[in-house]
Every structure is written in structure tokens, then in C-alpha cells.
Nanobody, 123 residues
Framework: VQLVESGGGLVQTGGSLRLSCAAS????????MGWFRQAPGKEREFVAA????????SYSDSVKGRFTISRDNAKNTMYLQMNSLKPEDTAVYYC?????????????????WGQGTQVTVSS
């Protein structure tokens, strides 16, 4: 499967963005999916994950209550709805797929990555 993110951009503090991750190739529904982000000078960090079956979600404490992950297996697409954005949310956001995990918050558990999309939140 190949992943392509879109939907990033520049938004003011308190604003919203919705990221999309379109998958092509092997059956999308057989993968656990996740979103990660990496700010300049920092390590890549977990944002949110969706289980292979779609029944489980997981969020980092920093985005819980503000971000919502979802997936549409019919469209082979995953989404990240980001509300109440803060300057500290500024980063390159990556979607990832895992063919071996049911659900995962560790980057090394994912074996397929998109190219990333920039999200910038101005203060």
C-alpha cells in the first residue's frame, strides 16, 4: 500500500484543519493506521491510531479531546480532524500503516509511511 497525505496548511490558533491520508494498493482495511508528527528539532511523536478492525482508537494526551481520527475503508482513506489548534501543534504530519499490529502508538511498529504534510499554527 502507498500513502499520500493532504490537507495541511496555515491556520490561526483555535482554528481547525482536516488531514486526509489516501491509500492505494493492497486492501486498506487489513492495516492498522496511525498519525504521527515531527516538529523541527524534535523526534517524531505519536498523535493518534486506529485499529485494523476500526473498533479501537488511541490518542496522545497532548491531542486528546481536540483531534479525532477516523477511517473510511470504502474510500481507502483515513482522516485526522484537528480542532482548537495550538502553536505547539505545528509540525509535519505523517500517516502510517502497520501490516503486523492490531493498533500501535510506536513508530517502529509501522512499516509504511506517507511523505508528510505541513501544519503550521500561528499565534
Amino acid at each position: 500500500v502507498q500513502l499520500v497525505e493532504s490537507g495541511g496548511g496555515l491556520v490561526q490558533t483555535g482554528g481547525s484543519l482536516r488531514l486526509s491520508c489516501a491509500a492505494s494498493g493492497r486492501a486498506f482495511s487489513t492495516y492498522a493506521m496511525g498519525w504521527f508528527r515531527q516538529a523541527p528539532g524534535k523526534e517524531r511523536e505519536f498523535v493518534a491510531a486506529f485499529s485494523r478492525t476500526g473498533g479501537l482508537t488511541s490518542y496522545s494526551d497532548s491531542v486528546k479531546g481536540r483531534f479525532t481520527i477516523s477511517r473510511d475503508n470504502a474510500k481507502n482513506t483515513m482522516y485526522l480532524q484537528m480542532n482548537s489548534l495550538k502553536p505547539e501543534d505545528t509540525a509535519v504530519y505523517y500517516c502510517a500503516a502497520s501490516s503486523t499490529s492490531i493498533i500501535a502508538s510506536i513508530s517502529t511498529m509501522y512499516n509504511i509511511w506517507g511523505q508528510g504534510t505541513q501544519v503550521t499554527v500561528s499565534s
